[in-house]
């Protein structure tokens, strides 16, 4: 495995007005799916995580070509076969996590760093791992270009997690594994909240929230059908 600084450390300047119009439409949009049909109880787009999206430029986290599509509730394609993931199930699963400032976040599957940077913007020191060493380095020029400091990023796969960063707050991953991970509930505080898709490529998947009680009890529940990449081993 290959280490990475925490980013910030330099990188473009980003013009956080440009197509800032495609964004509030597009978290309008969410708010108002979310008023509408109460996913999992919730009642609406909370400030925060709103907030977060309009902070955060979409189009800096796609490919070239799939930039005009930024703003599309729509699951964009990375490099290497990964997918970014439709921003309505990205702020569905933000709020799901309930981070809060100075948690500490593992993400697994960093991808392109779009939810790093959400996670991040909520006050949250993340620690991301991606097993593609291309799409790491460029998620880290991406979140420097940001100015974003609160996150460090490693070259790996997310089944071991990240013992000496443990124990986390939480942990949010972005590919699925055939089975919540032991090693992802071991390093998960008491009290805290991991959030994953679980089941096979291709089949059928549930997005899972595992909860560990203060009295270190695991309580397993599954959510919704989604759809994700595989979580590999590097």
Same mark, same amino acid.
């Given at each position: 495995? $290959? @280490?990475?600084?925490?980013?910030? /450390? ?26 509408? &049909? ?22 800096? *986290?796609?490919?070239? /070509? ?6 599309? /509730? ?23 996590? &309930?981070? =809060?400032?100075? &948690?500490?976040?593992?993400? !697994? ?11 991040? =913007?909520?006050?949250?020191?993340? *620690? ?16 420097? $270009? ?12 997310? =089944?071991?997690? @990240?013992?000496?960063? $443990?124990?986390? /707050? ?14 992802? !509930? ?28 203060? &009295? ?11 759809? *994700? ?6």
């Amino acid at each position: 495995m $290959a @280490w990475f600084g925490k980013s910030g /450390d330099g990188g473009a300047a980003v013009d956080l007005a440009a197509r800032r119009d495609e964004r509030e439409a597009l978290v309008a949009t969410i708010a108002r799916r979310m008023r509408a &049909d109460r996913p999992l109880g919730l009642p609406a787009l909370s400030p925060r995580v709103a907030a977060a999206l309009m902070a955060t430029p979409r189009e800096l *986290f796609t490919p070239a /070509d799939q930039a005009p599509y930024a703003y599309q /509730d729509q699951v964009l394609p990375l490099a290497a076969g990964q997918t970014l993931s439709q921003p309505s199930l990205v702020a569905l699963m933000t709020e799901l996590l &309930d981070v =809060h400032p100075g &948690d500490r976040v593992l993400e !697994v599957g960093v991808g392109s760093g779009y939810q790093t940077a959400l996670l991040a =913007h909520l006050g949250a020191t993340v *620690f991301g791992l991606e097993v593609i060493a291309d799409l790491a380095q460029a998620a880290e020029r991406r979140l420097a $270009a940001l100015g974003i400091r609160n996150v460090t990023l490693r070259i790996g796969d997310g =089944h071991g997690g @990240w013992p000496d960063a $443990a124990p986390f /707050d939480a942990i949010l991953a972005a590919c699925a594994a055939p089975a919540v991970p032991p090693a992802l !509930v071991e390093q998960l505080r008491p009290g805290g909240r991991l959030l994953l898709p679980v089941g096979p490529a291709g089949r059928a998947q549930q997005l899972c929230l595992v909860e560990k009680g203060r &009295d270190g009890r695991v309580r397993e529940q599954p959510l919704l059908a989604v759809a *994700f990449v595989p979580m590999v081993e590097g």
